[in-house]
């Protein structure tokens, strides 16, 4: 599968912003879990969002989202998308959007490491 994420920008502190990443590939976008990472500059990438396969289940980096970002999945557009609100200078970062064949529909997956297909990220940058 091929990701493509989008929807980056600069915005202000308090602002909201909703960026996406859209698949492409002949497998069905249904057979893959997703998740959402983001690096900022001289920091190493960190979780911030995971579905499942079906969109049943959802995680989050508590210490990273405070409950101010949201995960949902269209398999029908074959995108996933992170809605984010009240955002804050220090979410400034590249989000990277990622992909994992799943065997079942229920698990979300938080670690990097184990997330196979990888888009080339997009960058928010939220001034103060």
């Known amino acids: 599968v091929q990701l493509q994420a989008s929807g980056g920008g600069l915005v202000h502190a308090g602002d909201s912003l909703s960026i996406s990443c859209a698949a492409s590939?002949?497998?069905?976008?249904?057979?893959?879990?997703m998740g959402w990472f983001r690096q900022a500059p001289g920091k190493e990438r960190e979780f911030v969002a995971a579905?499942?396969?079906?969109?049943?289940?959802?995680?989050y980096g508590d210490s990273v989202v405070e409950g101010r970002f949201a995960i949902s999945r269209d398999d029908d557009k074959k995108t996933v998308y992170l809605q984010m609100s009240s955002l804050k200078p220090e979410d400034t970062a590249v989000y990277y959007c990622?992909?994992?064949?799943?065997?079942?529909?229920?698990?979300?997956?938080?670690?990097?490491?184990?997330?196979?297909?990888w888009g080339q990220g997009t960058q928010v940058t939220v001034s103060s």
């Open positions: 590939g002949r497998r069905t976008f249904s057979a893959y879990a």
């Open positions: 579905i499942s396969r079906t969109g049943s289940n959802t995680a």
């Open positions: 990622a992909a994992k064949s799943a065997a079942y529909g229920f698990n979300v997956f938080t670690t990097e490491s184990l997330y196979d297909y």
